[in-house]
């Protein structure tokens, strides 16, 4: 592995030299060699010069090609666009696949969305325009129009034929689907269907009927859970009236399952962890506004602990509880918040009615809260040979790890119910929640039995 | 969606009343005619008594095809096996894809497995009883060895022939992969190769070459990624003498992809989020030994706050600051080490050399910690009309968020260097240690300025 890696770097060392000594002939024998994943990358580590030269170097299709491959933010390879003549830029538009394509182009400048239009074939340029107006993160905004369609009386040999003379534009052909005449989805056949029964075989015959799709609008994680389930290697996606309109790769939808996995991820750690830690300025600026947010948040708590001070000069060791009583409720409250989010992420059916579960999520902080409360109704007992301070200490650490549990359910399905995204934010709310009632619940508590504990 | 539905599980209670009542004939026939998907999710909610009528009703190859589908945890699954006479069961698997098979059987008790691999065909006895070998989350655990291989002086018209007459066993048609005499891995060719190529080329005139392939003992994590990277539907996996041994498809990265996220997701949270929360019990079951392994490492911090209670009943105001300042820096241990086990988890070229992180989190961190450290002496400052205690609370900041980003970068790498995964426990460890040094910083700096807030 090392080794080869090792060749590798070398490898494209020596190609970025050819292009810096301008040799373009040695240059585009080895560039083209590479799969287009690695001429991407390599594409993507060049200086403004360099990029210029290969636009010179290769063809707009070669460099449509590799454009496919690259993993760049859209936002980033948009502006790549802007480095070539229109001409080009439409024509390495043109060679792309559709939905690639589109996703690029929905971060383009109007101005310049509009000379890439004019200057594609009309066909190509309707295409990328219907699908531009696709909602993000949607189906429609996901699909790529290049896809094999055939009808069901055709017989295979003739299918085997439309499909070899579709094959080198379609994006995928291991699928083809089935249409009636006015582009109705009815059926679908997969390659192997094809090579493993008779030519002479009506597609009606072998076709698989009802085909699994999903609607237009559907929400992406849907269709990825789709996909997931069936295991399949593309989805056909269809209009209100069952229409044929386009289809999902598998390929498309690893990226949404990144995508949703690194929300749910950095909606818990309270920062973007896609951030690309560039430098130290970037880094700092995308952390510092949640962590400000934080803080203000935690301000709160702060101001509620302040109107207790007397208590705590009365009795200093309340104080040194505080941190322990409010960090407990709130783990138990994001654990609680990442049970709910992941299950909000899977499938419906997974979904129970609400009362059902806000009694399940009690009952599991009751539990939760009762062992918890009575370890450290013990520990602290012995620790400070004072049962009555333990006492206090253990049923705050109940009641807050109660609450905090509810809440960590409770408000997450709240906010998928009015329409924010519960991976976003809930963190650092539930925190600041579960502190601020902790803080309430233990000082009140502790108020009753002041004269246990007063400093002596 | 809704309405589709409810016509489903409608279908379904119907389906299910068909066996209740032992109409085996209409159940064969509706039962058959469901997704492979939804008759395992069927199957999977019947109970032992419906579930040993589907054996007698289904052949055992239908059985068999239906598993291939079924979602459920491969421990689970393998209780089904016991449930049937061993030739029966020995069909099932041998009528399953390898792969599957073998993550099921990895679970069977010894004797058990014994019984089914005697009563297996010979070859694919071996077969299977190899690929047990391998390691857990490595390349040679997820493969399959129902793959497609051809030679290089084959022309196209004979590869497609042989296709043909394995795709009914092969798990994936798409790729044929090309070997020499000796198995050596040497070429790949794709159906739209064989497709859009005069049938009498030759394979080795079409083939691509060299063929991005990885290790039988690779890690899974850095399988997925070169599958992500490429868009592959299928890898092939070699072993040390770069012999063809096996593929792994998409549908099993994408596995592997949801079981990595939701490792790290729940690292973070100190809880395992694919608990199914059943019943309260179970839940708090798996919840509560985190939740009292943190309360245990919360009681580290609490002790270190007991032991400046004397400083606390001089000043109380400081108490009341004392979870601002943990929270706060705990806050951005938390984002650093979530950027940390991202990047981990990326492709290794996006590793960087360690001195160079480590002076990028130490700027990240003072960034970060100087302006939340400001903002928060200037509130304080404010609030309580009192600048020197808002620069003991500002200071006392600046330095924990510093401390805590780099512990939050550090900490994973040294855990990934020592081969500890990171995403299990760095969360709450992360915690656990800015809250100490937090607390020392803080009381420390506190007590230098003592004589400005003493209770009055």
Redesign the interface.
């Known amino acids: 592995?090392a080794d080869k890696?090792m060749q590798n770097l070398n490898k494209n060392e020596r190609i970025v030299q050819l292009l810096s000594d301008q040799k373009a002939k040695l240059f585009r024998r080895e560039y083209l060699d590479l799969?287009i994943?690695e001429q991407a990358q390599l594409f993507s580590d060049l200086d403004g010069t360099l990029r210029s030269r290969v636009y010179r170097y290769l063809s707009a299709e070669e460099v449509g090609d590799m454009f496919d491959?690259i993993?760049e933010e859209p936002e980033d390879v948009v502006r790549y666009f802007k480095e070539m003549p229109v001409s080009y830029a439409a024509a390495v538009i043109d060679e792309m696949y559709t939905d690639n394509a589109v996703d690029i182009l929905a971060y383009a400048q109007n101005k310049d969305l509009t000379h890439y239009l004019l200057a594609l074939p009309a066909e190509r340029s309707a295409e990328i325009r219907e699908l531009l107006h696709y909602e993000d993160k949607t189906a429609g905004a996901l699909m790529t129009t290049e896809y094999v369609d055939i009808y069901a009386d055709q017989d295979i040999s003739s299918a085997?034929q439309d499909?070899?003379s579709e094959?080198?534009d379609a994006e995928l052909?291991?699928y083809a689907y089935v249409v009636s005449s006015d582009n109705e989805l009815i059926g679908v056949v997969t390659?192997?269907d094809l090579?493993?029964n008779a030519e002479n075989t009506a597609i009606a015959d072998i076709m698989t009927n009802p085909v699994?799709s999903v609607?237009v609008d559907?929400d992406q994680a849907e269709v990825a859970q789709k996909?997931?389930?069936?295991?399949f290697?593309a989805v056909p996606v269809v209009d209100y009236a069952n229409k044929l309109v386009g289809i999902i790769n598998?390929?498309d939808?690893?990226d949404v399952?990144?995508e949703e996995?690194?929300g749910?991820?950095?909606g818990?750690?309270?920062?973007d962890?896609?951030?690309t830690?560039e430098?130290?300025?970037q880094?700092?600026l995308k952390?510092?506004p949640?962590?400000?947010i934080?803080?203000l948040m935690?301000?709160s708590?702060?101001?509620l602990?302040?109107r207790y001070?007397a208590l705590?000069?009365q009795a200093?060791?309340l104080?040194?509880?505080?941190?322990?009583i409010?960090?407990?409720a709130g783990?138990?409250g994001?654990?609680?918040?990442?049970?709910a989010?992941?299950?909000l992420s899977n499938s419906?059916?997974d979904r129970r009615s609400g009362l059902r579960?806000l009694v399940?999520?009690l009952?599991?902080?009751?539990?939760?809260g009762v062992?918890?409360g009575s370890?450290?109704f013990l520990?602290v007992g012995i620790?400070k040979s004072n049962f009555v301070l333990g006492f206090v200490i253990g049923i705050s650490m109940a009641t807050a790890?109660t609450v905090a549990t509810i809440a960590g359910n409770v408000i997450p399905l709240v906010m998928d119910k009015i329409g924010v995204d519960p991976a976003v934010a809930s963190g650092?709310f539930i925190?600041t929640l579960s502190?601020l009632t902790s803080v309430l619940i233990y000082f009140n508590i502790a108020h009753q039995f002041l004269n246990f504990f007063v400093?002596h």
Chains 1, 2 share one sequence.
């Open positions: 592995m890696q799969h994943h491959g993993e085997i499909i070899r094959a080198a052909i291991y390659l192997r090579l493993t699994i609607p559907e996909v997931r389930d069936y295991n290697v598998v390929d939808i690893i399952i990144d996995n690194a749910e991820y950095s818990l750690a309270g920062v962890t896609e951030e830690p430098n130290p300025f880094a700092s952390r510092l949640w962590l400000l934080l803080l935690g301000m708590t702060t101001s602990i302040d001070e705590i000069s200093s060791i104080a040194v509880f505080v941190s322990l409010t960090g407990t783990n138990a994001t654990q609680s918040l990442a049970v989010i992941r299950g419906e059916e579960m399940n999520e009952l599991t902080g009751l539990i939760a062992v918890t370890a450290i520990l620790w790890i650092p925190s502190d400093n």
